[in-house]
């Protein structure tokens, strides 16, 4: 089919409805024509984040789920978690777009310079509802990539890359020295550790398998923690006496890891004090939470004094603070570390039609390290 004859594509929807169930369904959309400064990007890859997971099936108990359909029509059903009814009611009979970031092949461009710069390129998209086989997105949402990047290879330009970028960042800008960061095997967690290797900046691991340890410290990790050990706060606590860690970026939100950290940053920052006053160390302590692979509510034990800090930490809002220079800095070193800092590697790749399927949906839900969902929806 020529560019000029696209007329429609499919596109991924999440559904809470009213009797219960969480739905994945696809729709048929027109492809509109860009404007000035837009262009058409056929999407060729797109990963399975857990910041889309959020929006895609998190809601869902997927041990309840069934497939209906073939193709198009294709239809995944479950019954909602139980006890997250009212945190979903907003979504109630609103179908939502999925995906936050992706890439493929510009096939149509708007009339401007830096529009028909892209067309027949292959570019990154950062957007918000990627799931799908074409969109239409302003030029300034695609990064520019080095010749002979494929649309694989540039599938997670974004999310992952830019967050732990923006983790060193807000380090820095906050007068901190080095970081503690949870769910530490996680795709992100190893760009983030490769990253502050290569930038000579400390960084203690938190885990809670012997096997992602042992996968971390294979890949040049000085300061792993396991929470699965008997010594784990003891570890921690050596390990920020050591590195000056008084900033912790938390994906799992729920649970009391958040509380455990901020506990052994005090431990650790009253060490030698013989005598400590009434409100603890004077030393600030940070946590940010940044995910939720927890659903439960985040528990605090306050056993860390009085100075301390505990906020959301996301994307969007970091790259508004450090302004478009620095982003545009940030995004530059992606596409140069592409292949190496920043590459991301997948375990599956599957079709729109294929991420219904109720065993495939059951597996990358799983959010399991080592098993990252790449959907094409080309393919």
């Excluded at 936050?100 to 529009?115: F, I, L, P, R, Y």
């Excluded at 060193?168 to 502050?196: D, F, P, W, Y």
Aim: aromatic share 6%; hydrophobic share 40%; charged share 20%.
């Amino acid at each position: 089919m020529s560019n000029d004859t696209i007329t429609s594509g499919l596109q991924l929807r999440s559904l809470v409805t009213e009797d219960g169930h969480l739905k994945l369904f696809l729709k048929s959309a027109p492809v509109p024509e860009p404007g000035e400064d837009e262009v058409v990007v056929r999407i060729e890859a797109t990963p399975i984040n857990p910041s889309d997971q959020m929006t895609l099936i998190i809601p869902a108990d997927v041990t309840t789920g069934e497939t209906t359909g073939t193709g198009a029509d294709t239809t995944y059903t479950a019954k909602l978690r139980k006890g997250i009814e009212s945190r979903v009611k907003p979504r109630v009979g609103k179908p939502l777009a999925a995906g936050n970031e992706g890439a493929g092949t510009v096939v149509k461009a708007g009339s401007s310079d830096a529009a028909q710069a892209l067309l027949g390129k292959t570019v990154a998209v950062l957007d918000g509802a990627l799931y799908c086989q074409y969109r239409k997105v302003n030029v300034m949402q695609c990064m520019t990539l080095n010749e002979g990047t494929t649309a694989r290879e540039a599938a997670s330009c974004f999310v992952n890359p830019l967050t732990a970028l923006g983790f060193v960042e807000t380090m820095r800008m906050e007068g901190h020295k080095a970081i503690i960061h949870t769910a530490a095997a996680s795709n992100l967690g190893q760009m983030l550790n490769r990253i502050c290797l290569n930038d000579g900046i400390d960084l203690i691991n938190i885990v809670r398998k012997k096997e992602q340890a042992e996968l971390l410290k294979a890949q040049g990790a000085k300061y792993v923690c396991n929470s699965s050990d008997d010594t784990f706060m003891a570890d921690l606590t050596a390990a920020i006496e050591e590195t000056g860690a008084y900033i912790a970026f938390d994906a799992t939100g729920g649970g009391n890891l958040g509380s455990h950290i901020l506990g052994c940053m005090e431990k650790a920052a009253l060490k030698g004090d013989q005598h400590p006053g009434p409100y603890g160390s004077t030393t600030f302590k940070q946590l940010y939470i940044y995910g939720g692979l927890d659903m439960s509510p985040t528990v605090l034990n306050r056993n860390f004094g009085f100075s301390w800090g505990i906020n959301a930490w996301l994307l969007t809002p970091f790259t508004q603070k450090v302004g478009l220079e620095k982003t545009m800095e940030l995004r530059q070193r992606v596409a140069n570390e592409l292949h190496t800092t920043f590459a991301s590697h997948y375990s599956d790749e599957i079709s729109l039609t294929e991420a219904l399927d109720k065993d495939i949906v059951a597996a990358y839900s799983q959010q399991a390290t080592g098993r990252k969902f790449l959907i094409n929806p080309s393919k």
